[in-house]
């Protein structure tokens, strides 16, 4: 199986950093985001080869240029793909000549830091496929509970217009979320590639958006079949890492996920 980093975008978010470099550079203990990704989805035996989408300009070439020889250390075979600044589904479109042979793969925005299970979530895939026979386009990781960053308040009784009796206090609770939160981590169908050739001819070769032209337009029925795999119970942190001060507010979970995954590569 085969594993795209989507590592291109202006990353505006994460401005001015990324006037600098991509946001896949956003250092964290002293090592760019996107080497904590590659050495860990490389110890995962089912990882066959690591497909880059970025941009091939001054900030793409930082990425290229970082991971030069990076082959040899993690075991598996990196390929680069030039982002053409269509979009994150135009950007997946760009790898569909690399795809065509296989029957599934995972994308995973090179933004986000987690410690999953591929193997589990591969296992899911599977299940879910023996028993579907077709239809299965693919799995996207979310999280049905997050950690807040503020602390919540549980109301009474009204008091006035704007005051209220606080019945209870809690500082920076896990909260159940109404709809789970997609974490920009996938695995697909070959299949989705029809879906992205056929927006891409809607939009007349111009750039569209993975989550909002394609997957949200997807018709769920009988024929076709998007699940969702809750890492949340499996234990299984995740952060979306926006910018380098979002990292310091958060510095705490990212050590921690961090933690979970260097107990992975390096045993």
Not at 110 to 125: H, K, M, Q, T
Request: charged share 30%; glycine share 8%.
């Amino acid at each position: 199986m085969k594993i795209v980093l989507l590592a291109g975008g202006i990353g505006s978010r994460a401005r001015p950093f990324s006037d600098y470099s991509p946001k896949a550079l956003i250092p964290i203990n002293g090592k760019p985001l996107i080497d904590y990704i590659i050495k860990y989805v490389s110890k995962f035996s089912q990882i066959t080869e690591i497909i880059i989408v970025c941009e091939f300009d001054s900030h793409g070439k930082q990425i290229i240029n970082y991971l030069e020889g990076k082959e040899r250390i993690i075991g598996k075979k990196i390929i680069f793909i030039e982002d053409r600044k269509k979009g994150t589904g135009g950007a997946l479109l760009e790898c569909m000549k690399s795809l065509e042979k296989e029957s599934f793969f995972m994308v995973w925005y090179a933004d986000n830091l987690c410690a999953l299970d591929i193997n589990s979530l591969v296992e899911e895939y599977t299940k879910i496929n023996t028993e579907l026979g077709e239809g299965l386009i693919g799995i996207v990781v979310a999280r049905s509970h997050r950690k807040e960053e503020t602390g919540r308040l549980i109301l009474d009784k009204k008091f006035s217009k704007n005051t209220y009796l606080i019945k209870e206090f809690s500082e920076k609770p896990i909260v159940k979320l109404e709809h789970p939160e997609a974490s920009g981590i996938y695995l697909f169908n070959n299949e989705i590639m029809s879906f992205l050739k056929l927006r891409s001819n809607e939009k007349g070769g111009k750039g569209f958006d993975l989550s909002s032209d394609i997957l949200s337009k997807i018709r769920i029925d009988d024929n076709n079949g998007i699940y969702c795999y809750d890492m949340f119970y499996s234990g299984t942190d995740w952060i979306d890492i926006e910018s380098p001060s979002y990292l310091e507010r958060n510095k705490k979970l990212v050590d921690k996920i961090v933690l979970q995954m260097e107990s992975l590569y390096l045993n």
